[in-house]
């Protein structure tokens, strides 16, 4: 029965070797509570094809050095199958946030790569996921891992792994290290030395300001417009929110020449607790209180905050007629392709923009305008950084320019694989600066976006289904929508039905079907004839299912309203 083979399990790692007494105590403290041993041991943390993240705790749905030494393990095992002399020889690069265990965790995975002969690469202190992706390439390592839980809540952490191009592992890779982590069955099959003996053979090699400044140097090579009327009195309030993104983003911004940045004091310093917002999400208009305050306080009307390893920004501005605003991931992308596309002097004639299936429709409107193609990816920055590969290669046919997801994820240039937010901040402060010397501002330069190519809105709403019976619930609404397509939904025919999992996309008034050229993934898409988009797609990194929409109108009050009301009858009809 199951509930024997948790209690068995439980038991196993209650008294096995591997486990050290603190650990052992905190098993000791839920022996009498067969709930809280279900939740973590029915199964082991899943390690996906990015990787895994999961909230702190002992057992093996949990994050823990146990765990992260069974990812290590089975990634050096994947690493020394596929290429033994250049995992030994180019190694591994490693980077940590500030959360909880982030450190322990970090030196965990360089001990364990140590002890199977492979070289550890180990920041010495925090540093930005977009600064890991850059160090893999600059370094030449075969492979990278960042110890990070992103935006998430505060209970968690997690482990995100890099392939020797600098973007987080997509097939055949990806399928190959998931396969690899779960052939280790047994604590005991994770190999680990100490950090004396690391050092000693040459395994351990700790990295950081000769790699700050190559990295800070290829940023500032981003800029479009160094010379503004006034650049060094517009204010700016920045927050990285109690995380990793302080130290590249000051830098940067006074290198480039923002003397009037003011950092938000009560959020400046790494704090894994985040005191003053415990889910530290650019995303969420809360993170932004103090931001505001301090803002008023100093005549700013821009404030711009990082999430906790700093691959994602979020923007708050103030209209002329007094309001803050938030602008969501997708307006900001589209700010910045509108930017870019406006500024950067060597537009190739065969331009690409690159962002994923959940992102607005007004991109291709835009894009297209500008004579600059679109091309859509699969929700994850591992896929966008996919294609700049194979533009690069010569696989693909164009010149990357801009990629970004509405997930509030932007990259502006090719100096790494993955969202950057610290470039990202550089861009948007000389955007926003060369817009006041003009006489405007951003949300001004998104209503004119509006006025010309009509009033686009896109919102999402998540459902959050904790535990196993919340992961079958989960499953069994996909299943519900796969198997039983919907003819209407909020009130419109559908006319496109995309199930990226079976990689087919319908015309649902023709009766046709055509072959959708991406990899497989357990996402539904739905769009209605007056263009309408609605995708449903279970998170990969919290378990929540979520639905993206987006919606067109002739106005923005008429756009809002209609948003409104799709969200209501979809939700009313599942």
């Known amino acids: 029965m199951m509930e024997d083979r948790i209690q068995d399990l439980y038991n196993t790692w209650l008294n096995s070797k591997c486990i050290d007494e603190a650990d052992r105590e905190e098993l000791r403290g839920i022996a009498n509570d067969p709930k809280e041993i279900e939740e973590r041991f029915y199964k082991d943390l899943e390690f996906g094809t990015g990787g895994m993240r999961g909230i702190r705790g002992v057992g093996t749905n949990r994050i823990n050095k146990y765990m992260i030494g069974k990812a290590t393990q089975g990634l050096a095992n994947y690493m020394l199958s596929v290429d033994a002399e250049a995992a030994r020889e180019k190694g591994v690069a490693i980077a940590y946030d500030c959360r909880i265990g982030s450190t322990e965790y970090a030196l965990t995975t360089a001990l364990v790569l140590a002890a199977n002969g492979i070289k550890a690469y180990l920041f010495e202190s925090l540093r930005s996921t977009p600064e890991l992706s850059f160090a893999v390439r600059e370094l030449g390592a075969q492979a990278g891992v960042v110890v990070t839980a992103s935006h998430n809540p505060v209970e968690y952490n997690g482990y995100k792994v890099y392939w020797n ?101 009560e959020q400046e310093m790494p704090d894994g607790t985040f005191p003053t917002c415990s889910y ?29 390893d700093a691959d994602r920004i979020g923007i708050a501005v103030k209209t002329k007629e007094g309001e803050w605003i938030y602008p969501n991931g997708n307006q900001v992308g589209l700010l910045l392709m509108n930017y870019i596309l406006e500024n ?82 550089l861009l948007i402060a000389e955007m926003a600066a060369k817009y006041a010397a003009e006489g405007t501002s951003i949300p001004e330069k998104l209503e004119e976006l509006y006025e010309k190519y009509g009033y686009y809105k896109e919102g999402i709403s998540a459902i959050t289904k904790g535990g196993k019976s919340g992961a079958e619930e989960i499953a069994a609404i996909m299943t519900k929508l796969r198997d039983n397509t919907p003819v209407e939904l909020a009130g419109q025919r559908v006319a496109i039905l995309r199930d990226f999992k079976l990689q087919t996309e319908k015309d649902m008034i023709a009766g046709t079907e055509a072959k959708l050229d991406l990899p497989s993934s357990n996402v539904i898409q739905f769009v209605l004839e007056d263009g309408t988009h609605i995708t449903a797609r279970p998170s990969g990194t919290e378990p929540k299912i979520k639905y993206y929409y987006g919606v067109k109108a002739d106005s923005a009050e008429a756009v809002d309203a209609k948003l409104t009301d799709t969200m209501k009858k979809f939700e009313a009809a599942l």
């Open 344 to 425: 950067r002097k060597d537009i190739p004639a065969n331009g690409a923009v690159i962002s994923t299936v959940v992102s607005t429709p007004m991109l291709d409107v835009v894009a297209a305008d500008k004579n600059v193609k679109v091309m859509r990816t699969l929700t994850g920055f591992k896929f966008i950084g996919e294609k700049i590969k194979e533009f690069e290669e010569g696989k693909l046919d164009g010149t990357y320019l801009f990629g970004f997801e509405e997930s509030y994820g932007y990259l502006i240039g090719t100096h790494a694989r993955d969202k950057d937010a610290v470039v990202t901040t």
């Open 165 to 265: 191009d600098g973007a987080q592992i997509v097939d055949p890779h990806a399928t190959g290290v998931v396969e690899s982590v779960n052939g280790v069955t047994d604590l005991e099959m994770i190999k680990m030395i100490s950090e004396e003996e690391a050092k000693e053979k040459g395994l351990l090699h700790m990295i950081g300001k000769d790699l700050d400044d190559k990295y800070i140097e290829t940023i500032k090579g981003e800029v479009l417009n160094s010379e503004i009327e006034g650049k060094k009195d517009f204010k700016i309030v920045y927050s990285p929110l109690h995380g990793t993104g302080r130290v590249a983003v000051q830098r940067v911004m006074a290198e480039a020449g923002f003397e009037s940045v003011y950092t938000v004091a």
């Open 280 to 308: 530290a999400n650019p995303e969420d208009p809360a993170v932004f209180e103090l931001g505001i305050k301090l803002a008023e306080k100093k005549g700013a009307n821009i404030c711009m905050a990082n999430d906790p």
